[in-house]
């Protein structure tokens, strides 16, 4: 095909890494994000890049020993306790294991963007109006007065897209479960007992109500931890919190969490920074559309769904790389996009139903007697592993 005009709308893993590919297939996108920088906003905390999904994006972009460089191992290492503290399960990966390792959100979008050509990304760019113009030309309007005529446009900017209602009336659904995201500092300096029951990877608890204390080790001393429950959007309305007030904060999680142990309580108060509340949100899935010219759509934008299973980021990343290599391979835009999309649709789709079950189920009130047990995650990094086998020989036959 001739080189076409491609505008990514969205810098974060999906956009950046589709721009990657693009770009090693000699074709060059145009990136337009809404922030500042590649660092101008707290990007989150840290994320598993799995065999299957993830690694083989990076693979394919040449990108495997930036990854490593950055990754932690040991960071795969997860815990259950219940709200006494008690270890219900345990996982240390095998010497070896690197199914699934750990990297901060931050340091995953900057190793993407600096592998980038300079000028791909324009930032301050914020997508205010997508008008179609015919034979699948689209207009894109920015908030800073910017516009361009594009060919085809990737909606890479997540859960609100700007672009998703081009092909779809699917808007995101609130899932019922609130929570609060924290932070802790120089973690094994400060705060060695929580140290302790974090571990060098992810330490998740459930009381039979269905609160929650899930606690992440990100680099640079930092632990990540999220304190989450059931409540409906406007919990901090009808309880009368003021989130900008720590203690008050603090007073009404201790009210919450007031039966859990002395030893778990720090991880729900003793955090260095302020409570950022966020909430879970997913489409409808599994999730398909009828295809338009000249559109379509990877990652959040596509599929958003819960994060239980970490796929998220993963499937955004082979998103942007397999939409990549339809776009070499395939004589027309259409055609790319055709083949793109049927297999990223029942891929999406299975993975997202599973994902939105295990929020429901693990949030869901339970007996004392039988409290959420983890899934074996030493069978987990199996299947990762068989699974990117697979991909990788059917690939090759595709080839051939």
């Not at 030309?137 to 920015?142: A, D, G, I, P, S």
């Not at 900008?244 to 002395?262: C, G, K, M, N």
Request: charged share 25%; with cysteine; net charge negative.
């Amino acid at each position: 095909m001739s080189t076409p005009r491609i505008a990514i709308v969205g810098g974060g893993p999906a956009g950046l890494m589709c721009a990657r590919m693009l770009q090693g297939h000699g074709i060059e996108p145009v990136v337009y994000d809404a922030d500042l920088t590649v660092d101008s906003r707290d990007p989150g905390g840290t994320l598993d890049l799995h065999a299957d999904a993830g690694q083989i994006a990076l693979e394919d972009a040449g990108l495997m020993d930036a990854f490593r460089a950055l990754a932690r191992v040991d960071g795969q290492a997860k815990s259950r306790r219940d709200q006494n503290g008690t270890v219900l399960a345990e996982f240390i990966p095998a010497e070896g294991d690197e199914a699934a390792p750990e990297i901060d959100r931050g340091q995953l979008r900057a190793m993407l963007y600096e592998h980038l050509r300079p000028g791909t990304v324009r930032w301050d760019h914020k997508l205010i109006h997508i008008t179609p113009r015919g034979g699948g030309v689209h207009r894109l309007e920015f908030a800073n007065g910017a516009g361009a005529d594009v060919d085809l446009v990737i909606g890479a900017d997540g859960a609100w897209s700007r672009v998703r209602p081009l092909l779809t009336d699917a808007t995101p659904q609130y899932l019922g479960v609130c929570f609060l995201d924290a932070r802790f500092d120089d973690m094994d300096t400060r705060h060695p007992e929580i140290a302790a029951i974090v571990g060098d990877g992810h330490m998740f608890s459930v009381d039979g109500d269905g609160r929650a204390v899930i606690v992440q080790r990100n680099s640079n001393g930092v632990v990540r931890g999220y304190v989450a429950f059931r409540a409906a959007l406007d919990w901090p309305v009808t309880a009368g919190v003021d989130l900008t007030d720590r203690e008050a904060v603090r007073a009404y999680l201790l009210r919450e969490f007031s039966e859990w142990s002395a030893l778990m309580r720090p991880l729900i108060t003793d955090n260095d920074s302020d409570y950022i509340p966020r909430s879970f949100w997913a489409l409808p899935a599994p999730l398909t559309w009828d295809h338009i010219p000249g559109v379509t759509l990877i990652g959040d934008a596509a599929h958003l769904m819960a994060p239980f299973g970490g796929h998220g980021t993963n499937l955004a990343m082979l998103d942007g790389a397999e939409l990549a290599h339809a776009l070499e391979h395939e004589n027309t835009l259409d055609d790319a996009v055709a083949r793109y999309e049927a297999a990223m649709f029942p891929r999406s789709g299975e993975l997202a139903v599973g994902a939105n079950t295990a929020l429901a189920r693990f949030f869901a009130p339970t007996s004392p007697d039988a409290p959420h047990l983890p899934p074996d995650h030493a069978q987990e990094h199996k299947n990762y592993q068989a699974r990117a086998t697979e991909y990788r020989r059917r690939r090759t036959e595709d080839a051939q």
